[in-house]
């Protein structure tokens, strides 16, 4: 199970790189095994302020479909459009190629609610 040290992580299996006031999210690769091949990412909240754990899309792979949660509050910046026509990306990429969206942060004290690797690791038994 791949999960790297530098970036932040929720609950919900969503991982936050953070640069400065805009961090990319993305969905674990714990997640993206568990969901299974993804064959539609929907993001409809581009250009909207949304609060964290909000819903901003969901993922639709062969055996569901499960939303996707804001980890921090702030506005959707952008959408990674690459997942248009091939979503399978984050199956095989989740932390590079796969990444979902980018949000201008509204307030960086929310990222010390995020879990770190280790918290993450812990979380999913890992």
């Known amino acids: 199970m791949n999960i790297p040290e530098e970036l932040k992580y929720t609950k919900d299996h969503e991982w936050i790189k953070i640069d400065d006031e805009i961090v990319t999210v993305g ?9 299974g091949d993804i064959v539609y990412i929907d993001v409809d909240t581009l250009d909207e302020n949304l ?3 909000e819903v901003f899309g969901s993922v639709e792979a062969v055996k569901t479909v499960s939303d996707l949660f ?19 990306m984050v199956n095989s990429d989740p932390y590079n190629e796969g990444w979902m969206i980018k949000i201008k942060l509204n307030d960086k004290s929310q990222l010390d609610n995020l879990l770190d690797a280790k ?3 812990e979380l999913i038994g890992a």
Request: overall charge negative.
């Open 70 to 88: 804001m980890p921090v509050s702030g506005e959707v910046i952008e959408f990674n459009e690459n997942l248009e026509d091939a979503p399978e």
């Open 27 to 35: 969905i674990t690769d714990f997640a993206q095994n568990e969901l």
């Open 51 to 53: 609060d964290a754990e």
């Open 119 to 121: 918290a993450y690791q």
